[in-house]
């Protein structure tokens, strides 16, 4: 049964079948003599023209749950995917500039920044280093709305997807709300999602969990072993920040293997927002990563900005190149 001649109705039953007797996605795909993407872009379009919704069919073990705050999608292609840019007044990152870079090049499907979008070191429960200068909450957003207006246009161009994720300094503005203004619960203004609305066109969730086998989020567990309790404990393949390390870690078993990915961090080492380090080392690795997505198959590439050049979808990219904060 060729694609041609499979109209909806025929995909719909023949995808339900696959469901009902435990088959995968590439059987459907061998059946109808489709590729793996191909038959992901044609079930939406069925599910859209006969207003259903298929069931998921996966060579994986059907999950349990998923959380209730997660955005359960599915994402065949290429997925820039970024965490921890902790934007600040008048720093210029170099791998900022990279990930410009990236989209451009690499033309993704979606664009996900995975966690503290912003550092809002004004409405952090930590106290200020002596007289150090913080910038003010409307100070971050109007240099992030600038910021974030290039990479808007490189996403809009392509047509590119984006998502934004919740991570923990992002919360610290309802936190400080909470905590100091609970008169003004449920006006305007007062949500993380109203205060990004001024990013044109990214939509905020929770979490993401992709094509029922990959768990985006900011962060699962932490420490030095994050990456390998994260794939471990969660069943998943799992994409966080929030250690500001570049690295993945493989997990193989009778299932197969999946991947514990950590995404690095936009911003420099000796960046003003990360003063309170007070100059001792650590292991942050400036940069992102490129996903590659074909049904429950994965793979990925990381890209270090850390030193002078960069390399991204195969380019030499040079730091001396742009107006970076710091050489």
Not at 18 to 46: H, N, Y
Not at 239 to 249: K, M, N, Y
């Amino acid at each position: 049964m060729a694609l041609d001649y499979a109209s909806d109705q025929q995909f719909a039953a023949l995808w339900q079948q696959t469901f009902d007797e435990g088959g995968t996605v590439q059987d459907i795909a061998d059946r109808l003599e489709m590729s793996l993407r191909a038959t992901f872009i044609r079930r939406r379009k069925v599910e859209k023209t006969l207003g259903i919704k298929l069931s998921a069919v996966s060579s994986k073990q059907p999950l349990q749950y998923l959380p209730t705050e997660s955005l359960a999608i599915d994402v065949s292609g290429t997925v820039i995917v970024c965490s921890d840019v902790h934007l600040w007044p008048d720093h210029h990152p170099f791998a900022w500039y990279c990930l410009l870079e990236a989209v451009k090049l690499f033309r993704p499907v979606e664009v996900w920044i995975n966690g503290d979008l912003l550092d809002l070191p004004s409405a952090s429960r930590h106290p200020r280093r002596g007289w150090e200068e913080r910038p003010t909450i409307e100070e971050e957003v109007d240099w992030a709305q600038q910021e974030m207006k290039a990479l808007t246009k490189a996403c809009d161009k392509i047509k590119a997807k984006k998502r934004l994720t919740r991570g923990n300094h992002d919360d610290r503005f309802e936190n400080y709300l909470v905590k100091n203004a609970q008169a003004v619960e449920g006006l305007p203004g007062t949500t993380l999602e109203d205060l990004y609305k001024v990013f044109d066109g990214w939509l905020l969730y929770e979490s993401l969990v992709v094509n029922e086998t990959l768990m985006v989020k900011h962060a699962l567990w932490t420490g030095i072993h994050a990456s390998y309790n994260n794939v471990l404990k969660s069943g998943l393949s799992t994409v966080t920040g929030h250690t500001h390390r570049l690295l993945a870690r493989p997990w193989g078993d009778y299932r197969g293997v999946r991947f514990g990915i950590e995404t690095g961090f936009l911003g420099e080492i000796q960046g003003p927002q990360f003063r309170y380090v007070q100059g001792s080392p650590v292991d942050w690795h400036p940069g992102f990563c490129v996903l590659h997505l074909d049904g429950s198959h994965l793979s990925y590439e990381m890209v270090h900005t850390h030193g002078k050049t960069a390399r991204v979808c195969g380019r030499t990219i040079n730091r001396d190149d742009f107006p970076c904060s710091l050489n």
